[in-house]
C-alpha cells in the first residue's frame, strides 16, 4: 500500500488550522459543529486540486497539440517509444499524463486521510460513541477501496507490464474489470452507509461534499 508521506503530514498541518484541539463537546449538535469545520475544508481543498487539474489539463493539451500529438491514441501509443528514449530526449507525453492523472489521486487521497484523522481527535457526544466510531472507520474504509482502485487502474496503464499476445491482455484486462467493478459495488455501499451515518450526526459538509460555496441540504 502507497503512503502519501509529505502530502499527507501538509494536508493534516492545514487541516490543524480548522481543528486545532480535541473541542468537548456535549450535544450531537455541538458535534456537528465540531466536524462540519473539518470536511468543509477538505471539501474546498479537494475542489481546488480538480479546478488545479482542468487548467493543467488544458495546458497539456495544448503543449501536444504543439508537438504534433494531436489525439489520446498517439499518447497512449508513444508510451511504446518510452523505454528506447535516449537521455535528453523530449519527454514522452504518456508519462506527463500518467504523472498528472494519478498525481490528483495522491492529492485528494492525502486530503481525505488527513481528514479522518481530524475527525478521529473530535470528541463524540454522549451516547454517540459507538455511531461516531463506526462513521470515521467507515469513512476511512471508503479511502481503502479507492485506492485499491486507483492502484488497479495505474497497473492497467503500466505498459512495460502489457502481456505480449492480445489474447493474454484481453484477459488480463477483463480480470481486472472484474476486480474493479467488485471494489465499486463494495464503494457504492459504503457510501450509502456514510450518508445514512453522517446525516444522524448531523454532519451535512461531510456527506453532501459542500464546501460552502453553495447551501448545504439540511
Same mark, same amino acid.
Given at each position: 500500500m502507497r503512503r502519501p508521506g509529505l502530502s499527507l503530514a501538509i494536508a493534516i498541518a492545514g487541516l490543524a #488550522?480548522? *481543528?486545532?484541539?480535541?473541542?468537548? $463537546? &456535549?450535544?450531537?449538535?455541538?458535534?456537528?459543529? +465540531?466536524?462540519?469545520?473539518?470536511?468543509?475544508s477538505t471539501n474546498t481543498q479537494i475542489?481546488?486540486?480538480?479546478?488545479?487539474?482542468?487548467?493543467?489539463?488544458?495546458?497539456?493539451?495544448?503543449?501536444?497539440?504543439?508537438?504534433?500529438?494531436?489525439s489520446s491514441t498517439t499518447i497512449i501509443f508513444s508510451a511504446s517509444e518510452s523505454k528506447r528514449r535516449g537521455k535528453g530526449q523530449r519527454a514522452d507525453p504518456f508519462d506527463a499524463f500518467k504523472r498528472l492523472y494519478f498525481g490528483v489521486y495522491?492529492? #485528494?487521497? *492525502?486530503?481525505?486521510?488527513?481528514? $479522518? &484523522?481530524?475527525?478521529?481527535?473530535?470528541?463524540? +457526544?454522549?451516547?454517540?460513541?459507538?455511531?461516531?466510531?463506526?462513521?470515521?472507520?467507515?469513512?476511512?474504509?471508503?479511502i481503502n477501496l479507492n485506492e485499491l482502485v486507483f492502484e488497479l487502474e495505474e497497473k492497467s496503464f503500466d505498459l512495460d507490464d502489457f502481456p505480449r499476445s492480445v489474447k493474454k491482455f484481453k484477459t488480463r484486462d477483463r480480470r481486472m474489470r472484474r476486480k474493479i467493478a467488485r471494489l465499486y459495488q463494495q464503494i457504492v455501499a459504503a457510501n450509502k452507509v456514510d450518508l445514512e451515518y453522517g446525516t444522524q450526526l448531523g454532519a451535512t459538509y461531510c456527506v453532501t461534499g459542500a464546501n460552502g460555496g453553495f447551501a448545504a441540504a439540511g
Open positions: #488550522v480548522i *481543528a486545532p484541539s480535541a473541542p468537548a $463537546v &456535549a450535544t450531537r449538535a455541538e458535534y456537528s459543529a +465540531a466536524v462540519n469545520p473539518i470536511c468543509q475542489e481546488q486540486v480538480y479546478v488545479e487539474l482542468q487548467a493543467k489539463l488544458r495546458r497539456f493539451q495544448k503543449q501536444q497539440k504543439k508537438n504534433g500529438n494531436l495522491e492529492q #485528494v487521497e *492525502a486530503i481525505q486521510r488527513a481528514e $479522518v &484523522a481530524q475527525l478521529r481527535l473530535v470528541t463524540p +457526544a454522549p451516547g454517540d460513541d459507538s455511531l461516531v466510531s463506526s462513521w470515521v472507520s467507515n469513512r476511512e474504509a471508503i
